[in-house]
């Protein structure tokens, strides 16, 4: 069965850093690639970027290309998203998903990590 | 505001036929194939359609997609309330290396 299970809920103040996992199992996890997706309170979902966790090649929307960063370590089968210094507006539930071989949809996700950023 | 444009809401009595439907342009939907994600209340997305009318295995018949130019929509007949949630398309751009999500519709089961 694949499951991708997302690290728990996360509270913290703004300027701080944070990294958030995803970690995959019941597939090849070097085979596929994984997405992150954000969804602000009440509002939809936003694509943020991909890895590919065989050689790390990664892809970001040009909205969050240099406020996050993913990464991935394969030998844990671990995918990563992470903030250097969080805003008050990266509060949110991000989801992890795998990308389909065919590659033009998500075909399972995580449920989710909320970030709450406040002072 | 989304580049796929959805309804905001939509809603139908048990036993009936909705559609909703997503607009997007030659860039997005017109070059690409077209996925719909179904969220429930208080869960993750689920994949509900991929490549414009196929079901993963699971999803029930009643749930089909169609795709016609720059715009596509998802039909869900024989309503049930279980269907009450938010239903979002979305299509690769050909400027993204990922997906264009519309901005959802919120389904309600009346």
């Known amino acids: 069965e694949v499951q991708l299970v997302q690290s728990g809920a996360e509270v913290k103040k703004p300027g701080e850093s944070l990294k958030i996992s995803c970690k995959g199992s019941?597939?090849?996890?070097?085979?596929?690639?994984i997405g992150w997706v954000r969804q602000m309170p009440g509002k939809g979902l936003e694509w943020m970027g991909v890895?590919?966790?065989?050689?790390?090649?990664?892809r970001y929307s040009p909205s969050f290309q240099g406020r996050v960063t993913i990464s991935a370590d394969k030998s844990i089968s671990t995918a990563y998203l992470q903030w250097s210094s969080l805003k008050a507006s990266d509060t949110a539930m991000y989801y992890c998903?795998?990308?389909?071989?065919?590659?033009?949809?998500?075909?399972?996700w995580g449920r989710g990590t909320l970030v709450t950023v406040s002072s | 505001q989304s580049v796929l444009t959805q309804p905001p809401s939509a809603s139908g009595t048990p036993g009936q036929r909705v559609t909703i439907s997503c607009s997007g342009s030659?860039?997005?939907?017109?070059?690409?194939?077209l996925s719909w994600y179904q969220q429930l209340p208080g869960t993750a997305p689920k994949l509900l359609i991929y490549?414009?009318?196929e079901r993963p295995s699971g999803v029930p018949d009643r749930f089909s997609g169609s795709k016609s130019g720059t715009s596509a929509s998802l039909a869900i007949s024989g309503l049930q309330s279980e269907d009450e949630a938010d239903y979002y398309c979305?299509?690769?751009?050909?400027?993204?290396?990922?997906?264009?999500f519309g901005g959802g519709t919120k389904l309600t089961v009346l």
């Open positions: 998903a795998r990308q389909s071989v065919a590659g033009l949809y998500f075909d399972f």
């Open positions: 019941g597939y090849s996890f070097t085979s596929y690639w």
């Open positions: 890895i590919y966790p065989a050689d790390s090649d990664i």
């Open positions: 030659s860039s997005n939907i017109g070059s690409n194939t």
């Open positions: 490549r414009n009318n």
């Open positions: 979305a299509a690769w751009g050909d400027t993204m290396n990922g997906p264009i």
